[in-house]
């Protein structure tokens, strides 16, 4: 189907006008992150191109796409969204109906710098609000903190970092978890190293934890969950992303279960897809595609393993 046809049946599918379910998977399963910005820049009864460049849903079309593909779980809708918008999107969920702290130290911590920077654009354009202020204001936990500095942050993505400095924070870390303190991710130190250094040196802190300790650092984070989640995301992403799915998928007739796996397959199928499919292989003996199509069922079975099956032949 030539690339004009394949716009014709999702703009039909996307205005209300009859969805032809099987070419839609068929269409969006196969689509580069390219294909997907071709379509949106082209289709402006769909899509506003915004202040702040991206092009976002028009707002009167999301709710109505929600529901009228209930049955993908929101799939089709985050997969054709500019990342951006995605990722505020979720941000704003994740503070107002919960709040949930693992969705925000995800998208805080596996994003590059441009596209967290980007996210908090597209939050600032969609909602009135930064991310920032929000947290600060509607979280009224000790995590605050924490949250407020690894959403703002703007690492550097270079190739130096400093192997003494390094070193010294690994002792920081190691001292710091020695003590006993209740509340680790209080701790100042803790909070300023993860926040602010770039993941290279982050990684290099953590394997020099790991000579000086003979632990992994997320090992040793014992309950403390979210520090255990960040260590993960920014270091270790493919492990936590395992963990997501392999919680999800024990849960899935919750809905909670299903936003997990949709959000993980949809915004990792263009990143590390491929990782994460053999970090799931490995924990549980099963390949993801066989546990979703033994426990997910219809459409919204066949688009995610469509992208699963897409990531196999891309990465």
């Given at each position: 189907?030539?690339?004009?046809?394949?716009?014709?049946?999702?703009?039909?599918?996307?205005?209300?006008?009859?969805?032809?379910?099987?070419?839609?998977?068929?269409?969006?399963?196969?689509?580069?992150?390219?294909?997907?910005?071709?379509?949106?820049?082209?289709?402006?009864?769909?899509?506003?191109?915004?202040?702040?460049?991206?092009?976002?849903?028009?707002?009167?079309?999301?709710?109505?796409?929600?529901?009228?593909?209930?049955?993908?779980?929101?799939?089709?809708?985050?997969?054709?969204?500019?990342?951006?918008?995605?990722?505020?999107?979720?941000?704003?969920?994740?503070?107002?109906?919960?709040?949930?702290?693992?969705?925000?130290?995800?998208?805080?911590?596996?994003?590059?710098?441009?596209?967290?920077?980007?996210?908090?654009?597209?939050?600032?354009?969609?909602?009135?609000?930064?991310?920032?202020?929000?947290?600060?204001?509607?979280?009224?936990?000790?995590?605050?903190?924490?949250?407020?500095?690894?959403?703002?942050?703007?690492?550097?993505?270079?190739?130096?970092?400093?192997?003494?400095?390094?070193?010294?924070?690994?002792?920081?870390?190691?001292?710091?978890?020695?003590?006993?303190?209740?509340?680790?991710?209080?701790?100042?130190?803790?909070?300023?190293?993860?926040?602010?250094?770039?993941?290279?040196?982050?990684?290099?802190?953590?394997?020099?934890?790991?000579?000086?300790?003979?632990?992994?650092?997320?090992?040793?984070?014992?309950?403390?969950?979210?520090?255990?989640?960040?260590?993960?995301?920014?270091?270790?992403p493919e492990t936590y992303f395992t963990e997501v799915l392999d919680v999800s998928l024990k849960g899935i007739g919750h809905d909670f279960a299903k936003e997990a796996l949709?959000?993980?397959?949809?915004?990792?199928?263009?990143?590390?897809?491929?990782?994460?499919?053999?970090?799931?292989?490995?924990?549980?003996?099963?390949?993801?595609?066989?546990?979703?199509?033994?426990?997910?069922?219809?459409?919204?079975?066949?688009?995610?393993?469509?992208?699963?099956?897409?990531?196999?032949?891309?990465?």
């Open positions: 189907m030539a690339v004009a046809d394949e716009f014709g049946v999702l703009t039909k599918a996307f205005t209300g006008l009859g969805v032809d379910e099987k070419s839609l998977i068929s269409i969006l399963g196969k689509w580069h992150p390219e294909h997907k910005q071709s379509f949106r820049k082209t289709t402006r009864d769909i899509f506003v191109e915004d202040e702040r460049q991206f092009e976002r849903w028009d707002d009167r079309h999301v709710q109505k796409l929600q529901q009228e593909f209930l049955r993908f779980k929101d799939a089709v809708v985050l997969w054709t969204m500019h990342p951006w918008e995605r990722d505020a999107r979720l941000l704003r969920e994740a503070v107002y109906k919960g709040p949930k702290y693992g969705i925000l130290v995800e998208i805080a911590c596996t994003r590059s710098s441009e596209e967290l920077l980007g996210a908090r654009r597209a939050y600032h354009s969609l909602f009135e609000h930064s991310i920032e202020e929000d947290i600060a204001f509607h979280i009224h936990s000790s995590e605050k903190k924490l949250l407020v500095g690894l959403v703002s942050a703007y690492r550097y993505e270079g190739p130096k970092y400093g192997e003494e400095v390094a070193k010294s924070e690994a002792k920081i870390l190691k001292n710091v978890i020695k003590d006993g303190a209740k509340k680790l991710h209080e701790e100042e130190e803790i909070v300023r190293i993860l926040t602010t250094r770039s993941k290279l040196h982050l990684k290099a802190v953590f394997k020099h934890y790991k000579e000086t300790s003979g632990n992994y650092l997320d090992e040793d984070l014992g309950d403390h969950l979210i520090l255990k989640q960040t260590v993960q995301c920014l270091c270790k949709t959000r993980v397959i949809v915004t990792r199928a263009d990143v590390d897809l491929k990782l994460i499919k053999e970090e799931y292989h490995h924990l549980s003996g099963f390949t993801l595609s066989h546990k979703i199509e033994e426990i997910a069922n219809g459409n919204f079975k066949d688009f995610l393993l469509t992208l699963i099956a897409r990531g196999d032949q891309e990465n």
